[in-house]
């Protein structure tokens, strides 16, 4: 009995570092209000440790805007793919941040 509590003990504290590493990597949540090109806003709730990519796929699930043609902006800054929210000027977990998105014609 005492092993199987133990096993169940270590299971959990796995478990809980696990856990605690995800949202370490991941990082804290940040407000973002959307502005599709009709003008109609959207707030989300993204993890500063997504990355550009990641948004505009939501985007694109959400509201059918391709990827390849949003371009995403924050304080008259461009939004790179490849960067995480974290690293983009204007975006951060306090307060909210207002996206612009661009829909450039291919």
Excluded at 82 to 89: A, E, G, I, K, Q
């Amino acid at each position: 009995m005492e092993l199987g509590q133990s096993l169940e003990g270590t299971k959990a504290q796995h478990s809980d570092a696990k856990a605690r590493e995800l949202q370490a990597e991941e990082g804290s949540d940040c407000t973002i209000i959307i502005q599709l090109p009709n003008g109609d806003q959207h707030t989300h709730k993204f993890k500063l440790g997504v990355t550009v990519a990641y948004a505009k796929l939501q985007i694109e699930q959400l509201y059918s805007i391709p990827m390849t043609q949003q371009k995403l902006t924050c304080n008259g800054k461009t939004l790179i793919d490849p960067l995480s929210l974290s690293d983009c000027p204007g975006i951060s977990a306090e307060g909210s941040s207002l996206v612009l998105v661009e829909q450039r014609q291919q």
